[in-house]
């Protein structure tokens, strides 16, 4: 008999005609970026087949819209346009070829599919929902008839015989986050026919699909059904409701998995899809509770990315299920990695947000610490291995020098990876004590602990990479990646000893007083203040400009909004004219001259590349790779990115 690490998560499950692997599911992704025809594409296959390939129990391809006028998105699958099957049946056989259930999730966005969003400014359809009502953008809402209730519950039942004919052979309902079904369920449905107002009420349409869905699946082929723990808006359910609902569903599904969300407070999203500053795995306290009241499997999803948080959750009956999305996208081999005991080897998801701002903003799909989403077709037809290994000299050991390193040794090369300062791990050593950026600090971790496995990697500290030593190393490519330096801001005072650094939070006791002021509220000025609230000290947050962390994604940014509300003395449009005994001294946008007093001063105005010695650099060697931020400040991925598919193409 195999032991395991974790036995409780790769223990079996039986739900149907079904016997799952193991007890760790993908979780629905949306890829907004489909064919013309909203149909799946071969480059949005491979990137379901890459999860399945990881040892996931089962793969769900997210959100598909059952009948048209129902996308609350520019593009979704369509399962309403019968010409979709191939496509579906290419991606169900490409999962289930990997000894995963093939799942997708049916929806319908209701009202939504017809208010203007974020990706969706102009939908072309008029909107729908359970109710007449006008937004608080002035927007009419007009209230779905019997008979186009009734056409929705079938337009379930044929997109699920559709999906099952393709050889899915489960599918995941969605009824939260509030899209239609879960618009149904609110309690803000407050019509006065036998669709709204009470429970019993307010559940008949979700039953009327469900039932039509199993006459069109048949018995033993699984249902799961997402809904809401929370709704988290004054107006919606709470946690005793959402139990009744799950009990009024229950004869009708096999798996009831548990969110949270709505669609009517923007910042929701940041709770739906959790950003760095919600605790780990925030719902299952939720479904540990909805499951003491139901008998059939409960799955959570929700801030998941730890493999001994998802066996206790197992082993202690929270839950049947655990569901990761974005952990899956940081490391789609979670799952056998853990399986197998290499905690070390898992590269976990930082929750940055960085796959949601790619997905919406520009139709794409990345993740900031795995270069291969996105291009999972490289993955399953790489580039071939050069015939002859090349030396490579890396200057920089941050994340994207690594990265580097770690991509040319698995191409057989001769890396020499050389850091100037004393241990690798660049800007995000920056990190070590931020709570919230744990993860993030850990993909450093996890780099170094990937190159200490090669042999044909030589690092050397306190090495500062210069032409002499170019020239005495005779490298056949350099990858230049020695990043960037704080910007000293023209301020008197400026060289005050109270004024310190992002390096100074990289030392193992940082020296920070308890009356902090930041100059500057870009993305790192905004994460300091708030790990600095959090370690319970007195921050004022100064920015020049009319806006915070206007460097962050939207989605991060909606995080930071929350945290910055309260515990920190935020002021815009305020500039830093001195520092003295006194203080910081400001003035305002109305010309006001503001006093901050501080025992700490921290300084996040911005960095600058290093340009001279990337240059200099530059003239030592025919094949140069400059990365990262010391061509241009920026964020962890493309670093990232760079480094690698540079690493790809040196040969």
Known sequence: MMKLKYPHLFSPLQIGNITFKNRLFSAP????????????????????????????????????IVQEGGSPHTKELHLYDPLILPSLTHAARTIRRHNCIPSIELSHGGKYAGIPNLENPHPKYKPYGPMHEFTEEGVEVFELDEAMIKELAESFGRSAALVKRAGF?????????????????????QRTDQYGGSLENRLRFPIMLLKAIRDAVGPGFPIEFRMNALELYPEGHGLDEAIKIAQGIEPYVDII???????????????????????????????????????????????????????EIIASGKADIVEMARALMADPFLPKKAQEGRDQDI?????????????????????????????????????????????????????????????????????????????????????AHVDFKKNYYGFSKWLIHQIEQYD???????????????????????????????????????????????????????????????????????ETAIHFKREHKKV?????????AIDANVFHKMGLNIELREGIDVHLSTK???????????EDSQGHQLTFPAD?????????????????LRETVLDFWPIGDCVRPGKVASAVHHGHYASIDIG
Request: with cysteine; charged share 20%; hydrophobic share 40%.
């Open 257 to 311: 998995h548990v969110s949270a969300g709505n669609q009517c407070i923007p910042e929701t999203f940041v709770r739906t899809h959790p950003s760095m500053f919600v605790p780990h795995g925030v719902n299952v306290d939720l479904a540990a509770e909805i499951k003491k009241h139901v008998r059939k499997p409960v799955a959570v999803v929700g801030a998941l990315t730890e493999p001994d948080i998802a066996e």
């Open 540 to 548: 004022t947050l100064l920015e020049a400009r009319d806006d915070f």
């Open 347 to 431: 590269r976990k998801c930082m929750r940055c947000h960085h796959c949601m701002d790619t997905i919406i903003m520009t139709r794409d799909t990345a993740c900031a610490i795995n270069p291969v989403i996105g291009e999972e077709e490289l993955y399953f037809s790489p580039t071939p291995l050069p015939e002859s290994p090349k030396k490579i000299l890396i200057a920089g050991g941050g994340p994207g020098g690594m990265q580097a390193a770690l991509t040319a040794a698995q191409r057989h090369h001769q890396v020499i990876l050389c850091e100037a300062t004393d241990k690798l791990g660049g800007q995000i050593n920056c990190e």
């Open 169 to 189: 052979e489960m599918v995941m309902v969605h009824g939260g986050h509030g899209w239609l079904i879960s618009q149904f369920l609110s309690p803000t449905n």
């Open 29 to 64: 992704v949306s890829l907004q970026e489909l064919s013309p025809e909203c149909f799946l594409s071969q480059e949005n296959i491979a990137f379901f087949e890459l999860r399945a390939k990881g040892g996931a129990a089962n793969v769900t391809v997210g959100q598909s």
């Open 576 to 586: 830093v004219k001195a520092i003295t005994a006194e203080g910081v001294i400001a």
């Open 456 to 526: 044909n990697i030589e690092v050397r500290l306190n090495t500062p990479v210069d032409p002499t030593l170019v020239d005495a190393i005779q490298p056949d490519a350099l990858i230049c990646a020695i990043g960037a330096t704080p910007i000293h801001p023209n301020i008197p005072g400026i060289d005050d000893p109270r004024v310190v650094y992002c390096s100074e939070l990289a030392k193992e006791t940082p020296n920070i007083g308890e009356n902090v002021v930041i100059i500057g509220a870009g993305l790192v000025g905004s």
């Open 600 to 616: 700490t001063i921290f300084c996040s105005v911005g960095m600058k590349s290093r340009a001279q010695e990337r240059e200099q």
